[in-house]
């Protein structure tokens, strides 16, 4: 590998970056919402690890309220229009190519969007769902968003009008609206009304087999990387607790204060992406 003692910038955590995996070159990789703001997605919480916004509706509150499901949905046809368009960025793919050398044993995403996949990553746990799926609570019958955005729309044309500004659970900042005027349409499979996006909503639980299976792969890891996360939601940082219990050194790439910053062998602070991208260049050399 290259000598990296005169970089700079992005460069200088680069080769700290390249470095870290050279010296570890299986790794438990998890990514959080800051892995997807370069494709038109925002994130959470600000640099602090404080909320940007009101917290996403809970599990407790959707399952149990006729409105509050209107309410999502409704914010939901509007808000899929830019979220069921997002491409892959720069880090998504720079990681699928990590995976295609041999360096990744696992990529963990805390993020619902798809795009490790999209990207060309075979090896990865949706911790939290896809988006793209649509799921009936009481059938368990799954099937394509874009599918279920066809029947919001030919139910409510008036509501795919309206224009918001996207919010990072693929819905939309829709306000000062009747929301209890928004139809939604009935299960295609049993005719129920309890249709949910497929993923794991706050108070929900993480399946437990996503857990066991990126538990396992951490016992075969040489050292975690954390990308893009703050690690504020225990889902993730039950992750880098784990890694401490087992001696295994954790690295993290984020922009801002993280729930794991005592525990890091390697914290860096700059863009995901472009460390990354140059990171990988410098493991090639």
């Not at 909320?51 to 939901?76: C, D, H, I, N």
């Not at 619902?112 to 799926?133: Q, T």
């Not at 139910?155 to 609206?177: I, K, Q």
Request: glycine share 10%; with cysteine.
């Amino acid at each position: 590998m290259a000598d990296v003692s005169d970089l700079s910038g992005v460069q200088q955590d680069a080769g700290q970056l390249a470095r870290f995996i050279a010296n570890h070159p299986r790794l438990l990789v998890l990514t959080g919402a800051g892995v997807s703001t370069a494709s038109g997605i925002p994130d959470y919480r600000d640099v602090k690890g404080q909320w940007k916004r009101p917290q996403p509706v809970t599990y407790q509150a959707f399952m149990g309220s006729e409105l509050t499901r209107q309410r999502y949905w409704a914010r939901s046809l509007v808000g899929w229009r830019t979220f069921g368009r997002a491409t892959p960025g720069l880090a998504h793919e720079v990681l699928a190519g990590l995976e295609g050398q041999g360096l990744i044993e696992l990529l963990v995403t805390q993020n619902v969007d798809g795009l490790h996949g999209a990207a060309g990553s075979r090896e990865v746990v949706d911790l939290h769902g896809r988006l793209d799926v649509v799921r009936c609570m009481d059938c368990e019958i799954r099937f394509s968003r874009g599918q279920w955005q066809d029947a919001l729309v030919e139910l409510n044309p008036d509501w795919s009008a309206l224009s918001a500004l996207s919010a990072p659970d693929g819905d939309a900042d829709l306000e000062a609206v009747d929301f209890s005027r928004f139809v939604i349409p009935p299960c295609p499979c049993c005719g129920s009304p309890m249709l949910k996006p497929d993923v794991v909503f706050y108070g929900e639980s993480v399946p437990r087999e996503r857990v066991q299976r990126a538990l396992q792969a951490l016992t075969r890891s040489r050292a975690m990387l954390v990308l893009g996360s703050s690690l504020m939601v225990y889902s993730g940082y039950r992750f880098t607790l784990a890694a401490r219990d087992a001696g295994i050194p954790v690295a993290a790439v984020n922009q801002g204060v993280t729930r794991a910053d005592d525990l890091f062998a390697l914290k860096l602070t700059g863009d995901v992406g472009r460390t990354l991208r140059v990171a990988a260049s410098l493991l090639q050399q």
